[in-house]
């Protein structure tokens, strides 16, 4: 919105069309998310406290969660709002990425708010059926790897990019769906399985978008591509602006739900903010990258399937608790270490996966 009318200043102004420049977008559009998130998060938090939608916590879980019943959760609507807001003043509203990402993102929320609306509002301790929830989750997820796959302008878009080296990108063809598919609904699922710590979901989330807009902004520029040897996607570098957005709004929220959190984000923001990186990740062919910079995700995601899959067949379980998270709180370890560790890690994956873009 904003870069239309600062390309029409620019006729008459020259100074105005600095708002071209990708990168300063990115970055003007993570500074309006956090002011917004600082700005309504008492607000949202007073709002969420006065209707009493406070988080119900589980019996059988650590002791010390007891403590937490009644916090505030869905906030993460906070985090959805500064993100479109802030995607929709800075981004170029005719790039098809934009729109792509910014309505997988929001559509996953809105399954994640009717999910907690019937658990905190209409107290269904059940929520969605987890069959209903997949199914919606199948329908925006089937319907964004459709949109990528039709609108797909050059091979590249729809090739699976191997990290580490120039050459070996392997053509999906109509494979390209059920990837992007699996991409999104699980990376989706994989941060709402670790949101279960104060500050343990969204900082990881951050992060991993962070890196994630420096794919961005390398693949959309075809000279940065060649020379790192990565693949380039036209238009796609407009899905920094998008990054921005997401860790300012996550660097929002996370001034209110560090330990001990005043807020919860809920299933609204877990099940949004993970589909966003796996459409990001998919845009941007770095799939397999994804895999790498959020492996937080993914060991929590893999011990919950663990842990079911033992008990089924063995009656026994391999961790005291699943996710991963709570294995470790009740081995004794506090939760703010779990929960800087956590990030360690993260940091450590984050910049590991930087390095693919060099390293092939």
Not at 248 to 259: C, E, I, K, M, Q
Request: with cysteine; proline share 4%; charged share 10%.
């Amino acid at each position: 919105m904003l870069l239309e009318v600062a390309q029409w200043l620019a006729t008459d102004v020259r100074a105005f069309a600095v708002f071209n420049y990708i990168t300063l977008r990115a970055v003007l559009a993570a500074l309006t998310a956090l002011m917004l998130g600082l700005l309504l998060g008492p607000r949202v938090i007073r709002a969420l406290a006065e209707l009493k939608i406070g988080q119900a916590i589980r019996q059988d879980g650590p002791q010390t969660h007891l403590t937490k019943s009644g916090t505030p959760t869905m906030g993460g609507a906070l985090i959805l709002v500064a993100i479109a807001v802030a995607t929709l003043l800075w981004a170029d509203p005719r790039n098809r990425y934009v729109w792509v990402v910014l309505l997988t993102t929001l559509a996953f929320g809105a399954i994640g708010w009717a999910d907690d609306y019937k658990k905190l509002i209409l107290r269904n301790s059940k929520g969605l059926s987890a069959r209903t929830k997949y199914s919606w989750q199948s329908c925006v997820g089937l319907s964004a790897a459709l949109l990528l796959y039709f609108t797909a302008q050059t091979p590249v878009e729809t090739d699976l990019i191997v990290p580490f080296f120039k050459s070996v990108a392997v053509n999906l063809g109509w494979l390209f769906i059920p990837l992007t598919y699996f991409v999104i609904v699980g990376s989706s699922n994989a941060v709402n399985l670790t949101d279960g710590l104060d500050g343990l979901a969204i900082v990881p989330t951050t992060m991993v978008a962070g890196a994630l807009a420096v794919f961005c902004y390398a693949s959309g520029n075809r000279i940065f591509a060649e020379y790192l040897g990565i693949p380039h996607v036209p238009g796609v570098g407009e899905l920094m602006v998008f990054c921005g957005a997401l860790v300012g709004a996550g660097l929002g929220f996370l001034w209110f739900n560090a330990y001990p959190a005043q807020v919860f984000m809920g299933d609204v923001g877990a099940l949004a903010l993970g589909a966003a990186l796996g459409v990001v990740a998919v845009a941007v062919r770095q799939e397999l990258v994804l895999f790498v910079m959020g492996g937080v995700f993914v060991m929590e995601t893999v011990s919950v399937i663990l842990q079911v899959a033992s008990f089924k067949l063995t009656g026994r379980r391999i961790f005291r608790m699943a996710p991963l998270h709570h294995h470790f709180e009740l081995e004794g370890w506090p939760e703010p270490r779990v929960i800087v560790r956590f990030w360690i890690i993260t940091i450590v994956l984050v910049l590991f996966g930087l390095a693919t873009l060099k390293v092939r």
